[in-house]
């Protein structure tokens, strides 16, 4: 039966689309040189008529911005889906990684594609680093994404530049949830100035997560969500400190492994078939493999068949952005995974 999620995914990337073609027609000052802001769960502690200087608070840090940034430098998969809501596109000036096409539309990725790439190098813990002149070369009043050994605070600081963290990324990150993922982008559209979009734009994402929370496809459900590797040695359970966690709330699921103190530990393939859950959400991020690949590298393995997600075959690949870190992408996630699972 065709339930309401299919049409909430049509809905999200009809809005995030629109955007797009919005993002131009942003609210600007002149750019800053003072540290930077913090994520959705701050609140501006001073602001004048125009919203500046704003004052709030970066990874437990307090910066004052004296007006919107205008050269961002961006980093993080999932962070353009911030700036496409809060109408704040048009002020990325360079880009530290690539973003897949996978999650964006054909005309968001061609926005993206036109933004310079600078070099950079993978690090031992996924991520990326770039050295210090690199970015300065480009003249970024802000740097967004995640720190790393080289992009730091107050090494950027030091030349001129804010950085930045998003919050899932800082030391101590705060409880994820639907409501960050709103509250995040508003705070963006005070960042730049884009308010009216930005507000917007979370209207109509709240209104999505109620449509699917209001007629939940997996009521009753038991489920865990586990991260597998591309070769599928190690596999990882989400507790309730993951994104995919108030995910799989809201479409009516229990997770099996809430109560465990780390955000994603490994996990051993007989603690999952102990604890049998009756849905298996599977997050990846190779986009060379096949949702059936992914699969297989769970459904395979001995035993497998013994957990009741593998017997009914409600076993769930999710690409990762659509479930962490919390962004705009958790919410079409949500009506991607909600589409799989009414389908079957």
């Known amino acids: 039966m065709k339930l309401p999620l299919f049409k909430l995914r049509a809905v999200v990337l009809m809005l995030v689309a629109g955007l797009v073609a919005s993002a131009c027609g942003n609210d600007d000052s002149s750019a800053s040189s003072t540290p930077a802001a913090e994520p959705a769960a701050s609140e501006a502690l001073a602001a004048e008529d125009d919203g500046f200087p704003l004052t709030f608070t970066n990874c437990g840090k307090e910066f004052t911005l004296d007006s919107p940034p205008e050269r961002v430098l961006l980093m993080e998969s999932a962070a353009p889906s911030l700036l496409f809501a809060a109408g704040a596109i048009d002020r990325v000036i360079a880009r530290i990684e690539d973003f897949p096409e996978e999650y964006y539309t054909s005309e968001q990725m061609a926005v993206l594609d036109a933004i310079p790439a600078l070099q950079a190098e993978a690090t031992s813990t996924g991520g990326v680093?770039?050295?210090?002149?690199?970015?300065?070369?480009?003249?970024?009043?802000?740097?967004?994404g995640y720190d790393t050994?080289?992009?730091?605070?107050?090494?950027?600081?030091?030349?001129?530049?804010?950085?930045?963290?998003?919050?899932?990324?800082?030391?101590?990150?705060?409880?994820?949830?639907?409501?960050?993922?709103?509250?995040?982008?508003?705070?963006?559209?005070?960042?730049?100035?884009?308010?009216?979009?930005a507000n917007a734009s979370a209207d109509a994402l709240e209104a999505a997560v109620a449509s699917a929370a209001d007629a939940p496809v997996a009521?009753?459900?038991?489920?865990?969500?586990?991260?597998?590797?591309?070769?599928?040695?190690?596999?990882?359970?989400?507790?309730?400190?993951?994104?995919?966690?108030?995910?799989?709330?809201?479409?009516?699921?229990t997770n099996v492994f809430a109560e465990l103190s780390e955000r994603v530990p490994e996990v051993s393939f007989e603690e999952i078939i102990g604890r049998n859950p009756e849905i298996l959400v599977l997050l990846y991020d190779d986009t060379g493999l096949t949702p059936e690949e992914i699969s297989a590298l769970v459904t395979d393995r001995p035993g497998a068949g013994s957990i009741t997600a593998v017997a009914e075959g409600a076993?769930?690949?999710?690409?990762?952005?659509?479930?962490?870190?919390?962004?705009?992408?958790?919410?079409?996630?949500?009506?991607?995974?909600g589409a799989q699972i009414a389908e079957r």
Do not use: W
Request: aromatic share 10%; charged share 15%; glycine share 6%.
């Open 129 to 144: 680093d770039v050295s210090l002149e690199v970015i300065i070369d480009y003249e970024p009043d802000m740097v967004l």
């Open 149 to 197: 050994a080289t992009i730091t605070h107050d090494a950027l600081a030091d030349v001129g530049i804010s950085l930045y963290v998003m919050p899932p990324f800082c030391d101590n990150p705060p409880t994820p949830s639907f409501e960050s993922i709103l509250d995040e982008v508003r705070f963006y559209g005070k960042l730049f100035g884009t308010t009216q979009a």
């Open 219 to 253: 009521e009753g459900k038991t489920s865990a969500a586990l991260y597998v590797t591309p070769d599928g040695s190690v596999l990882y359970a989400y507790s309730s400190l993951g994104m995919v966690h108030p995910l799989m709330e809201a479409l009516g699921m």
């Open 315 to 337: 076993v769930y690949p999710l690409l990762f952005n659509y479930a962490e870190p919390p962004t705009p992408l958790v919410v079409e996630g949500l009506a991607v995974l």
